[in-house]
């Protein structure tokens, strides 16, 4: 059974860093276009960062030069690392899997809070 489980939410201060993992199983990340998404309280589905199945990282203007999507190929695990967090920040984050047309596979997802 494909999975995605992602791990490394939690409480981080405004300007602090957090790094999100995105472990898979059952399927080979580095052949699928990897997304992350998230959602803000009350609100509907960002999206965030993706790894095509070329490498190639592409990002939200809301997130560009803050937050660098990774994918460690020997673990098949992905990773979005986030820097000077904002409040806005704050939402439940989800791995995705797809591809170039959209995305078929999701994770429960991680809660990040930024709050002082």
């Known amino acids: 059974e494909d999975q995605l489980v992602e791990s490394g939410g939690g409480l981080v201060q405004p300007g602090g860093s957090l790094e999100l993992s995105c472990a898979a199983s059952?399927?080979?990340?580095?052949?699928?276009?990897m997304y992350w998404v998230r959602q803000a309280p009350g609100k509907g589905l960002e999206w965030v960062s993706t790894?095509?199945?070329?490498?190639?990282?592409y990002y939200s203007d809301s997130v560009k030069g803050r937050f660098t999507a990774s994918e460690d190929n020997a673990e098949n695990t992905v990773y979005l690392q986030m820097n000077s967090l904002k409040p806005v920040d704050t939402a439940v984050y989800y791995c995705?899997?797809?591809?170039?047309?959209?995305?078929?596979?999701w994770g429960k997802g991680t809660l990040i809070t930024i709050s002082s």
């Open positions: 790894i095509s199945s070329a490498g190639i990282a």
């Open positions: 059952g399927f080979t990340v580095s052949t699928y276009w």
């Open positions: 995705v899997r797809g591809d170039y047309y959209g995305m078929d596979s």
